[in-house]
Every structure is written in C-alpha cells, then in structure tokens.
C-alpha cells in the first residue's frame, strides 16, 4: 500500500510542478501578445482563450500537490486547545468529509467533461475554442486530489497522524 501513496503523492507532486509551469507559459503569452499588438497591431489569435484553458490547469492540476504539501489555509482557534487523540479524530472526519465532497465533485465535473467532449463544446467569440480541454483537466485534477485525500485518510485512521509535509514518510502496516 505505501507504494501506492508514494506513486499517488510523486504524481501530485508533478501535477504542481506541472501547474506551476503554466504560470511561466502564460506569463510568455500575455507579454507576446501584448508586444505584438502594440509594436506590430498584430495580437495572437485565441492568445486570451488558451491563457484561459491554461489557467484552469495552474489552479486544479495544483490542488493535490497543495493538499500533499499540506499547504492548505486553516483557521485552528479551537483545534490547537484539543487533546492529541481528539485532534486526530477531527482530523481524520475532516479529511474523510473532504473526500465525500471532493468525489461527489469528480463525479459530476467527470459527466459534464464527457458530455461536453462528446458534444464537441466550443465557446463564441472573437475565435471558436474548445471547452471540453478545460472540463477534463477539472475533473482530472479533481481525481487526483481525491486520491490524495483517500491516501491522508487512511493514513489518519491507521496511523492516528498525516505523512509529514515534504517528506517520503514510511507508511508501516498498511496493506503490508
């Protein structure tokens, strides 16, 4: 099993990498464009479009890897005052009802992805673009979340803590 979480965990830490990458890319986009339109009155068609798609991939193909990195903001008012077990607990329900609503999430972003990709959907405007790119990668960065939640989860409840933030924890007697 902690073959299992690494590969799910080295594949979220990608996807970051990954998301983190399109902020170069459109960063490129946007400056081009913007020199080309200015210098030569010659934008780059659809430039603004797939700067979109783009960033639709920097925010959901980075949400597992924040979720691995444990980078997530929380508010702790009450939770620091409560005893290790208790915490643990809440941790665990916490954890465990995120994945409840993440999942729900990927199973209706995945409908609308297929039925979106089936339909060929493409958005009006200046330029036709293609929709159903941008609802795949929701879904797909959903998925992986999830996953990583499912992975915290178990974690919690058969070792009582979560794998430390940025390190390859040794997960012992799970599926061993």
């Not at 797939?50 to 444990?70: C, H, I, P, R």
Request: hydrophobic share 55%; proline share 5%; charged share 15%.
């Amino acid at each position: 099993m902690r073959h299992v979480f690494r590969l799910i965990e080295k594949i979220s830490d990608f996807l970051g990498g990954l998301s983190g990458f399109t902020t170069l890319v459109i960063t490129v986009i946007v400056i081009l464009d913007i020199a080309l339109r200015t210098l030569l009155n010659a934008p780059i068609p659809g430039a603004t479009e797939f700067s979109t798609l783009l960033l639709v991939a920097l925010v959901y193909l980075g949400l597992a890897s924040v979720q691995a990195g444990k980078a997530n903001f929380s508010v702790e008012i009450i939770v620091v005052h409560l005893p290790p077990s208790v915490r643990r607990v809440q941790e665990a329900l916490v954890t465990l009802l995120s994945a409840a609503a993440i999942g729900l999430l990927v199973w209706f972003t995945g409908k609308e992805a297929w039925t979106s990709t089936m339909r060929g959907e493409m958005t009006f405007g200046a330029i036709i673009f293609p929709v159903w790119p941008s609802r795949i990668i929701v879904t797909f960065g959903l998925a992986i979340l999830w996953l990583q939640l499912v992975c915290d989860a178990l974690r919690l409840i058969f070792h009582g803590l979560p794998a430390p933030a940025g390190e390859d924890a040794e997960i012992k007697g799970v599926g061993q």
